[in-house]
């Protein structure tokens, strides 16, 4: 026998000191690639955590509201004073006065016009809606006293909320004689208690002396780079005046006289803070003298007598204040039955006043306020008041515009994949199509929104801002999205079956439609809800057709005038008023918690249905 040569079997190293390092090295790779995977995902944590309790913090306040529960009589006179019972009738009638009328009973001391203007400034335009609906559905109401909620404006509704100001109480150590019940009062203690407001008054203007300074330190620093600027002028005109060139003399002394206009002007501004900083800087130096609490200040009161006094002239043992809550009488208060307080920010930064402040810190001590769910966001329409505002509108604009998305995009979408991957031949064309239709899949939501200002609106003349045209705007927009789902679940049905089914007998229709379809459709409903909650979140396309109207009342049909929910948290959130801040954020948690429900169902769809093959 011939011996038969056997391959040379090449050896591996896995002993040796090298091939030893270089499974460390190995190992130590994979630990870090796994480490920057738990690395980015704990980031992406971070950052959701982040972005959602920043909305979450901002937005809960808008779920709930207060309100004042008062008696309110139910004047006749003012409601239907032909006793008529017109439901017509009662529903004209003056409630908002009934409910005026009813605060002002809060506060009988309060007669001069100017203040019950701002008394009534506490309650919001709509304070008499829910007086209003009571008695409509029960006119025996009138001519009796009814408690109800009344509600208050956003600002005094925000003050409860702990955005006003923080406040301080701080008990009377020495026995506080009161020069008056109402009006301008004196105040003096035995015990020099003012002696701490007026350190606070002191070191507010030391602050303000120094922001003074650095301001003036700042406009001293650019007059010194203008005064440079004025020097390269003078010289540019002498140049020009040598050369005698008309043009360029023109030239120079509009620039210098631009360059010493702007230096006198900055100038001026940085003497007159340097003169007042020197000022406040003299008046914190002076420990012993009575100084006057402006605006700019911490708000200083007195509460004595079951009455409130804003100090108005301070010093260490006496004070000078305006009775914004009038005292019960001007008896000497002893130690520890009368307090300073102190409201930590100034007025200037506040949306209420002191006496506002006064007022609504007596309507709590009284128990009338109270806080509850604000159902009216969920109830009522928008509003240029945001104690007012809500989103039905926006909800029922959504889902008349999603109603019209799902009509025309499911049936269309599906049956494009059925054609497109059981029965279109396999040529240049359909591959155009399918080039085109996952192109579109990636076209920005904008282009959508071109398209359906440029047709639906403009050629086709249908009605601006409406459920009907969105709907079509959005089913341009999530069909590709739909086909390619749809089309990717057909595909991952296994062949056999529809060829066990073509073995049967069965036709290729029957085959598709009897067997392959219902195999395929948890995976089209899962692309479906993706789709659509795709389109619940745009707003782009529909800020092209013209759906930013201001809707007060809900759409009843795909025609009327809608708006939608992130077309609706775009309008707030470029309103002024702060307490549309906390109705964006709300909004936003509205449209998250639809767009997780959506995305979970898919999910739950999928884990419910899916087959393994």
């Known amino acids: 026998m011939t011996d038969v040569a056997l391959p040379r079997v090449r050896s591996v190293d896995i002993t040796s000191d090298a091939a030893k390092a270089r499974i460390r090295a190995r190992y130590r790779a994979e630990a870090r690639f796994r480490a920057y995977g738990v690395a980015a995902i704990a980031l992406t944590a971070v950052f959701l955590l982040v972005v959602l309790s920043d909305i979450v913090s901002k937005g809960l306040p808008a779920f709930t509201q207060h309100v004042l529960s008062m008696e309110v009589l139910v004047d006749k006179a003012e409601i239907d004073p032909q006793g008529t019972a017109d439901p017509a009738v009662i529903r004209a009638g003056d409630f908002q006065l009934l409910v005026r009328n009813a605060l002002r009973a809060q506060f009988p001391d309060v007669t001069s016009r100017l203040g019950r203007r701002a008394l009534d400034g506490i309650l919001s335009s709509g304070a008499a809606d829910e007086l209003r609906r009571r008695v409509v559905a029960d006119p025996s109401l009138i001519g009796r006293t009814v408690k109800v909620p009344v509600l208050i404006s956003d600002d005094a509704d925000l003050y409860f909320k702990g955005t006003g100001t923080k406040i301080e109480r701080e008990p009377g150590r020495g026995t506080l004689t009161v020069g008056g019940t109402s009006g301008e009062v004196t105040l003096s203690s035995t015990a020099g208690d003012f002696a701490e407001d007026l350190a606070v008054v002191k070191r507010a203007l ?100 079951g ?73 009522s329409g928008d509003s240029r008041e945001p104690e007012l505002a809500g989103i039905r509108g926006a909800l029922v604009g959504s889902a008349l515009t999603l109603l019209v998305t799902l009509v025309l995009c499911l049936p269309i979408g599906v049956a494009a994949a059925i054609y497109l991957e059981e029965f279109a031949p396999k040529n240049r064309l359909t591959e ?30 249908l009605p601006r801002s409406a459920p009907l045209v969105g709907g079509l705007v959005l089913a341009l927009l999530v069909l590709p999205t739909i086909i390619i789902a749809s089309r990717a679940a057909i595909k991952a049905v296994p062949p056999s079956i529809k060829e066990a089914a073509l073995g049967v007998g069965a036709s290729h229709q029957q085959a598709v439609f009897h067997h392959v379809l219902p195999l395929a459709m948890p995976g089209i409903m899962t692309g479906t809800i993706i789709g659509m909650a ?19 009342e809900p ?50 769809l999928r884990k419910r249905f899916e087959r393994r093959w």
């Open 307 to 379: 009455g409130l006094v804003k100090l108005t002239r301070i010093g260490g043992s006496a004070a000078t204040g305006e009775v914004l809550l009038p005292l019960s009488s001007d008896a000497a208060a002893q130690p520890g039955t009368w307090q300073r307080v102190t409201y930590q920010t100034p007025a200037t930064n506040r949306r209420v006043t002191d006496q506002e402040v006064a007022w609504l810190e007596a309507l709590r001590d009284r128990g009338v306020v109270e806080s509850r769910f604000n159902t009216a966001f969920f109830t």
């Open 534 to 552: 795709h389109a619940l979140g745009e707003t782009a396309p529909l800020l092209m057709i013209g759906m930013v109207a201001f809707i007060v």
């Open 432 to 461: 155009v199509i399918e080039v085109n239709i996952n192109n579109l899949a990636a076209v920005p939501s904008i282009v959508f929104g071109l398209l359906g200002l440029a047709v639906f609106l403009s050629f086709f003349g």
């Open 555 to 604: 759409a009843t049909s795909i025609t009327d005038a809608a708006t939608v929910l992130p077309v609706q948290i775009y309008l707030w959130s470029d309103l002024p008023e702060i307490a549309f801040q906390a109705k964006t954020a709300a909004a936003i948690m509205v449209l998250l918690v639809f767009l997780f429900v959506m995305n979970g169902t898919a999910i739950l």
């Open 206 to 305: 030391s602050a303000q002396a120094r922001a003074a300074r650095t301001e003036a330190t700042r406009l001293r620093t650019i007059v010194q780079s203008i005064q440079a600027s004025r020097a390269a002028a003078e010289r540019e005109l002498a140049t020009a005046r040598a050369a005698g060139n008309a043009v360029q003399i023109a030239a120079a002394e509009r620039r210098l006289a631009a360059v010493t206009e702007e230096e006198t002007g900055l100038s001026t501004r940085m003497n007159e803070l340097s003169e007042t900083a020197a000022a406040l800087q003299a008046r914190f130096e002076a420990p012993a003298a009575e100084e006057p609490v402006d605006a700019s200040f911490p708000s200083l009161l007195v509460a004595v007598n």
